[in-house]
């Protein structure tokens, strides 16, 4: 397989992509990335999330003209009016979009062409948790069902192996599925 | 303090909150939500989330007229076209929308009145990981600072007992704190 700065696979720069790799290879700092969100409060469950900037890749990135916004609230079974998807929502919105980008470029480096992917997601949820009704309740997801499919260029066992891979790789599928510390401080 | 139908503080209708309390403590399996989405990959580091309908408080919710959606998207340093933002960015703005909503209905609930609430992210990732560059390395966040303002009609130890209790509480924070189980497979 040739690689030229000109080819892309499944819409992958794959020059780039390895271009990447190689430059964290020789200085392992370029991998540090900090992502930022403000979030305000809008009145009921509604919140508005603003999305720009980032330090990665040894520097500050100033790619974004504008901020992205993401709408928050709840339903009105939830006490909300429906201005966006729930926080939980939110989570498996995540989660799929990580998975694609997972899948797609780690497709790309190993010559798969993906033609079609689609996730389906669903999360059960306690609400006694949230609450405060029993703390034997966890507040969060008991546990999230994903399925996938996906028309590739690879064998039924290539495929396997790819979902495996980007698996252990996937950043929000290791948030979800392993703790991670977070520190809460007023200001 | 007494509440009617009609009263509504932080913009949450106290009174159905109690109602949906007391509801759920009357017939526990109200309380099972089930939250789903779908994701399309369209190219690249591009896919797109839509959400709709979820299955809660006995029956299948039918309140969203049109589906949500959310783009995912990374940007060009790692190799994606900014047309949203990335998944672990999602994952910040799912934690923000968590607190705001548990922060204002339990402040509604104890009855101080929230003016204002902000909150700012940020989330440290090593990309070693993602790329497979390092087993040692998890792929998401090593650690999420997270400091809120808020502006509320109670003392500074009345906020920050309200916040540890939203903390305990929160189910967003719980899925990135504690582990959650997520199946996949392929359809």
């Given at each position: 397989?040739?690689?030229?700065?000109?080819?892309?696979r499944n819409g992958v720069n794959v020059a780039q992509l390895v271009e990447t790799i190689g430059a964290i290879q020789n200085d392992p700092s370029l991998a540090t990335f900090r992502f930022r969100a403000t979030n305000t409060w809008l009145?009921?469950?509604?919140?508005?999330?603003?999305?720009?900037?980032?330090?990665?890749?040894?520097?500050?990135?100033?790619?974004?003209?504008?901020?992205?916004?993401?709408?928050?609230?709840?339903?009105?079974?939830?006490?909300?009016?429906?201005?966006?998807?729930?926080?939980?929502?939110?989570?498996?919105?995540?989660?799929?979009?990580?998975?694609?980008?997972?899948?797609?470029?780690?497709?790309?480096?190993?010559?798969?062409?993906?033609?079609?992917?689609?996730?389906?997601?669903?999360?059960?949820?306690?609400?006694?948790?949230?609450?405060?009704?029993?703390?034997?309740?966890?507040?969060?997801?008991?546990?999230?069902?994903?399925?996938?499919?996906?028309?590739?260029?690879?064998?039924?066992?290539?495929?396997?192996?790819?979902?495996?891979?980007?698996?252990?790789?996937?950043?929000?599928?290791?948030?979800?599925?392993?703790?991670?510390?977070?520190?809460?401080?007023?200001?």
């Amino acid at each position: 397989m040739s690689t030229t700065t000109q080819e892309t696979r499944n819409g992958v720069n794959v020059a780039q992509l390895v271009e990447t790799i190689g430059a964290i290879q020789n200085d392992p700092s370029l991998a540090t990335f900090r992502f930022r969100a403000t979030n305000t409060w809008l009145g009921g469950g509604h919140s508005r999330t603003s999305i720009n900037g980032f330090w990665g890749a040894g520097q500050e990135d100033a790619s974004r003209q504008t901020p992205f916004t993401l709408e928050g609230d709840e339903p009105p079974v939830l006490l909300g009016q429906n201005n966006g998807p729930n926080a939980v929502e939110a989570v498996l919105h995540a989660l799929a979009s990580c998975l694609a980008v997972g899948f797609v470029y780690n497709a790309a480096a190993q010559g798969i062409e993906v033609r079609e992917l689609e996730f389906d997601l669903e999360g059960e949820l306690d609400l006694h948790g949230f609450l405060g009704l029993s703390e034997q309740t966890r507040p969060g997801y008991g546990h999230i069902t994903l399925t996938y499919r996906v028309d590739a260029d690879a064998t039924s066992e290539q495929i396997d192996e790819l979902c495996q891979y980007v698996q252990r790789t996937s950043p929000v599928l290791d948030i979800i599925k392993n703790p991670v510390t977070v520190t809460v401080a007023r200001r």
